[in-house]
């Protein structure tokens, strides 16, 4: 089995902490801004946000180049009227147009917005309160051996179906890849972390530009089906 030991640093990434793992003031008040605009637009009661918090390898050792800075909002949808179902596909819908249309960066790092029903657990090593300003899970450096030849091996399977759906585009096909990969990555979160097999092919996915593919041939698809000559 080809293994590595997944890169880990020796500090959390300085443009984003100091040497006391606090978080620079700056870049927290420009996060809390973006995170306002967005759920203005998203246009959820603030008293059904529970938190906002900065999670991922930002909030971790394992940061790299290729790192976003991952905030999620953290919703009460019970608060919200509607059935939990319909509010998390139309909040996720919302969330996926803003990353969509927004390219903003923090310290030249991508932001990502998420939003998440509180009720949920939040699968990460490493999770800052950015309205509390301070940790709710603290990160730990640990060395963390992964299999890259099954990572490279499992996210060739995804690339060659979306290669071949970019030859013969259909949005329902696109749709099905889609969620197939998202309930891939649950079961690798739910089962090993944020260090799984399948977490690991997502990141590799998504670092490659495969997602932001996927999300296009959906997109021209859908508005090739509809339209009429």
């Given at each position: 089995?080809?293994?590595?030991?997944?890169?880990?640093?020796?500090?959390?990434?300085?443009?984003?902490?100091?040497?006391?793992?606090?978080?620079?003031?700056?870049?927290?008040?420009?996060?809390?801004?973006?995170?306002?605009?967005?759920?203005?637009?998203?246009?959820?009661?603030?008293?059904?946000?529970?938190?906002?918090?900065?999670?991922?390898?930002?909030?971790?050792?394992?940061?790299?180049?290729?790192?976003?800075?991952?905030?999620?909002?953290?919703?009460?949808?019970?608060?919200?009227?509607?059935?939990?179902?319909?509010?998390?596909?139309?909040?996720?819908?919302?969330?996926?147009?803003?990353?969509?249309?927004?390219?903003?960066?923090?310290?030249?790092?991508?932001?990502?917005?998420?939003?998440?029903?509180?009720?949920e657990t939040l699968v990460a090593?490493?999770?800052?309160?950015?309205?509390?300003?301070?940790?709710?899970?603290?990160?730990?450096?640990?060395?963390?051996?992964?299999?890259?030849?099954?990572?490279?091996?499992?996210?060739?399977?995804?690339?060659?179906?979306?290669?071949?759906?970019?030859?013969?585009?259909?949005?329902?096909?696109?749709?099905?890849?889609?969620?197939?990969?998202?309930q891939f990555r649950q079961c690798?979160?739910?089962?090993?972390?944020?260090?799984?097999?399948?977490?690991?092919?997502?990141?590799?996915?998504?670092?490659?530009?495969?997602?932001?593919?996927?999300?296009?041939?959906?997109?021209?698809?859908?508005?090739?089906?509809?339209?009429?000559?």
């Amino acid at each position: 089995m080809e293994t590595t030991t997944f890169k880990i640093q020796k500090t959390l990434n300085s443009k984003l902490w100091d040497e006391n793992s606090e978080l620079d003031s700056e870049a927290r008040g420009a996060l809390l801004k973006i995170a306002g605009k967005f759920i203005s637009k998203i246009d959820i009661p603030k008293s059904s946000v529970k938190d906002i918090v900065l999670t991922g390898s930002l909030a971790n050792f394992n940061w790299s180049s290729y790192s976003d800075v991952d905030v999620h909002i953290i919703v009460v949808f019970a608060n919200i009227e509607g059935e939990k179902k319909f509010i998390k596909n139309l909040l996720d819908d919302e969330k996926k147009l803003w990353n969509l249309e927004h390219h903003i960066e923090i310290k030249g790092f991508p932001v990502e917005m998420y939003v998440q029903d509180s009720s949920e657990t939040l699968v990460a090593s490493g999770v800052f309160s950015l309205l509390q300003n301070k940790w709710v899970k603290t990160p730990t450096r640990k060395n963390v051996v992964i299999d890259m030849k099954m990572i490279r091996k499992k996210s060739a399977i995804f690339k060659n179906q979306i290669d071949l759906l970019e030859k013969n585009p259909d949005s329902e096909r696109a749709k099905q890849i889609k969620a197939k990969l998202g309930q891939f990555r649950q079961c690798g979160l739910d089962e090993e972390g944020e260090f799984s097999t399948e977490n690991l092919v997502f990141k590799l996915l998504r670092r490659d530009g495969y997602l932001e593919k996927l999300t296009s041939i959906r997109l021209e698809a859908f508005d090739d089906e509809m339209s009429l000559e």
